[in-house]
């Protein structure tokens, strides 16, 4: 069994406000060079993550 991975699976509602696209929040909020240095070191797999600040 790899333990290098898992997976953590929550119910969010997807209209609330504090729930955010990381692309969409690091434009706001990451300088270009960090937003590609980002992306680069995660093979652009940052399509599919979201933050949640709640």
Do not use: C, H, P
């Not at 969010?12 to 240095?37: I, M, P």
């Amino acid at each position: 069994m790899d333990k290098t991975e898992f997976r953590l699976t929550v119910d969010v509602d997807e209209n609330d406000d504090r729930f955010r696209k990381w692309g969409d929040w690091a434009k706001e909020n990451l300088d270009l060079a960090t937003q590609l240095r980002i992306r680069m070191s995660n093979g652009w797999g940052t399509d599919s993550w979201y933050l949640w600040f709640g």
